[in-house]
């Protein structure tokens, strides 16, 4: 490797940690306040990004082994999004019996270690990625199915917990 490319390499990881070190500034600062939560609202999304991926997946079936690589990352997905949601701060107002949440630092920490596993698999499908016969639509659709398995758990755990939170505000 020349050392052009060598200084294109580190150029591209220095401007991929500065935008993660803005996004994470940016985001512990809004961590602070409480935000509405409407429970209601909250199968919007992975219904939308159900369509999406059901969508895709039509589209453009995965073929052969992806289909049981898919399956593998929604339920890692899905485990990734439970334990994301468990770390959201839920609370109910005992007067109003309004819901609120607030991301905890650990629900921001585990969103940087995700972020920061899917670069290194990047790295490593770049470097490794025909060795290990790897295209760029196996990688996405496992990301797909990822995502998908994340983002509905997270927020069915968090539905779960919030009508029990308001559940219980109720009793009292």
Known sequence: ??????????????????????????????????RPLKVEQLWIVPAIFLLITGFLYWRFPPQGLTIVWCLAALAIGA???WQRGRMMEILVDPKTHEIS?????????FLLAMILIRYAARE???????????????????????????ISAQRLEMYIRAKRLLEAARAA
Do not use: C, E, P
Not at 19 to 27: E, G, H, N, P, Y
Not at 101 to 109: D, N
Not at 134 to 150: C, E, P, R, S, Y
């Open 124 to 150: 490593i499908i770049a470097l490794g990625g025909a060795t290990w016969h790897l295209d760029v639509m196996t990688v996405t659709d496992v990301m797909i199915a990822f995502a998908l398995g994340l």
């Open 101 to 109: 949440q607030k991301a905890s630092v650990w629900a921001m920490l």
């Open 79 to 81: 485990l990734a999004g």
């Open 1 to 34: 490797m020349d050392n052009q490319a060598m200084q294109a390499g580190w150029i591209s990881y220095a401007i991929f940690f500065v935008v993660i070190a803005v996004v994470l500034t940016l985001r512990v600062r809004r961590m602070s306040r409480h």
